[in-house]
């Protein structure tokens, strides 16, 4: 099997990436080719800091997690971003797996994990998926565990710290409500930014 990366195009440039793609000579025949569409976060958004420059006084009310330091950073992703979807749940993570094995179509899930730091919200494997299911990030209210594999994942996460153990399996969650946290309130089909200095979320797009 061959998996190629490609950047974040044109709808037309990804319909016909495997017509060309299969027509390369190294690539044989009847080589099941998998394409997967990279987010193109990291390279195109503005760092936090000109976002807050120019739009802070903005119409899109621009809000900013605080305190700056409440997240820790992980994934090879730092700066992400996109519309958000969101989860709640505590300290049970079933809704978290069944949202990420879905298309993230460059979305970032927020977690409302209720600020908890005694189970892990996220290990490797959801994170693989939502690598595979080409979400931006995921920002968790909550701790993650296998930070060292999730960090050579191309994918941003923001979390409150690790935790060793894993969640439970009692509590699905729920999906598509606002959740509330570090100040702001995160709302389904809203917008967040991430990047080193923190998280910032306004009610549309503010980047070009």
Known sequence: MAIILIPAVSSTIRSNARRHLSSLASIPNNATITIRIM???STTIPSLADLCDDHISSPQRLSVVEP???FSTYGKLPRFHGQIET??????????????????QNRVLVVDGGGSKRVAILGDQIAKLAVDNCWAGVIVNGCIRDSAIINGLDIGVKALGTHPVKSLKTYPGERGVAVNFGGVEFVPGHWVYSDEDGIVVSEGTIHE
């Open 87 to 104: 989860v709640r749940c505590f300290e049970s993570n079933p809704m978290v797996r069944t949202v990420l094995s879905t298309p993230g």
């Open 39 to 41: 987010s193109s976060s």
């Open 68 to 70: 700056s330091g409440l």
